[in-house]
């Protein structure tokens, strides 16, 4: 599943550049972005084109994939986490959400 939020984007960035031990600086140098432009980037503030992307998991020695889809793992991690929050909740709101997501879910057919 494709990614499209920049906060979690960044925020894998950010695991993935400590991860190697590489400061921001480093990162923005060796993909040619200045080091605003980065810790922007990092922090989910900012959009990227195709082509940064490019030159920042060239930088990190990472592929696209890295940061920009959801593993299988993560989704199921995820669908626990809100399945979890569900089963916490009274009979009224369990029956709000689930009606919520119905509608969601029928407006995608």
């Known amino acids: 599943m494709l990614l499209l939020d920049t906060r979690e984007i960044g925020n894998r960035l950010l695991t993935i550049r400590k991860k190697y ?3 921001q600086s480093e990162v923005a ?7 605003r432009t980065y810790a922007d980037i990092e922090r989910g503030t900012v959009k990227m084109r195709v082509d940064t992307i490019i030159h920042i998991c060239n930088a990190l020695h990472i592929t696209p994939d890295e940061i920009l889809t959801i593993r299988n793992d993560e989704m199921i991690e995820k ?3 809100l399945l979890a929050k569900l089963n ?5 709101d369990k029956e709000t959400a689930l009606s919520l997501l119905s509608v969601y879910l029928k407006s995608l057919e």
């Open 88 to 92: 916490a909740c009274s009979p009224k």
């Open 29 to 35: 140098e060796a993909s040619g972005l200045a080091l």
């Open 79 to 81: 669908e626990e986490e």
């Open 21 to 23: 031990g590489m400061t």
